[in-house]
T-cell receptor, first 114, second 114 residues
Framework: KAGVTQTPRYLIKTRGQQVTLSCSPI?????VSWYQQTPGQGLQFLFE???????NKGNFPGRFSGRQFSNSRSEMNVSTLELGDSALYLC?????????????FGEGSWLTVV | KNQVEQSPQSLIILEGKNCTLQ??????????LRWYKQDTGRGPVSLTIMTFSENTKSNGRYTATLDADTKQSSLHITASQLSDSASYIC?????????????FGAGTRLAVHP
């Protein structure tokens, strides 16, 4: 079956602009979560959506937002981009919340802010 | 505070040698522990997942152990190959508020040299 698909794979934006990243989870998966990974840093949790509802949120400013559609596809948006937002943004999907659920990651979207 | 600490931060070994990566956690209530492999610039890929009652799990040349009493896990790589060069991430789930919250370690960066 198809894996987690993230688009775009690479993008360059200017400070002050906004960006929207897309994530299509594995078919049948209802949970989508987003992570930011900067060079040499661990994954920082942004938020998680389950059946179109945000059920957990990390410690990021309000410039970072997301949503999930009825087909489980998710988007994350970053407004008023800053240089420090340059990172690999990873999306992960899982079926639900059962203990032992395998979590599948996409290949990520590389965002460079100049 | 829920935390996952990994050691060493980085490691260099020669091809064919074995190595062991460590993960210590203070997560409550513990749900499960996962090890992921992340190649540079790619999304993490699941290696193993262990629940409270499991103390060892293998996936090819990768063997994970879990000691729930001391809250420690290790990932042992046997007969390393150049393709094992990657970051290895320990992820612990805490069951809270009706769902599993993931706590990520910062990862161990492994370099296998010929």
């Amino acid at each position: 079956k198809a894996g987690v698909t993230q688009t775009p794979r690479y993008l360059i934006k200017t400070r002050g602009q906004q960006v929207t990243l897309s994530c299509s989870p594995i078919s049948g998966h209802r949970s989508v979560s987003w992570y930011q990974q900067t060079p040499g840093q661990g994954l920082q949790f942004l938020f998680e959506y389950f059946s179109e509802t945000q059920r957990n949120k990390g410690n990021f400013p309000g410039r970072f937002s997301g949503r999930q559609f009825s087909n489980s596809r998710s988007e994350m948006n970053v407004s008023t981009l800053e240089l420090g937002d340059s990172a690999l943004y990873l999306c992960a999907s899982r079926y639900g919340n059962e203990i032992g659920d395998t979590i599948y990651f996409g290949e990520g979207s590389w965002l460079t802010v100049v | 505070k829920n935390q996952v600490e990994q050691s060493p931060q980085s490691l260099i070994i020669l091809e064919g040698k074995n190595c062991t990566l460590q993960c210590n956690y203070t997560v409550s209530p513990f749900s499960n522990l996962r090890w992921y492999k992340q190649d540079t610039g790619r999304g993490p890929v699941s290696l193993t997942i262990m629940t409270f009652s499991e103390n060892t799990k293998s996936n090819g040349r990768y063997t994970a152990t879990l000691d729930a009493d001391t809250k420690q896990s290790s990932l042992h790589i046997t007969a390393s190959q150049l393709s094992d060069s990657a970051s290895y991430i320990c992820v612990v789930s805490a069951y809270s508020g009706g769902y599993n919250k993931l706590i990520f370690g910062a990862g161990t960066r492994l370099a296998v040299h010929p």
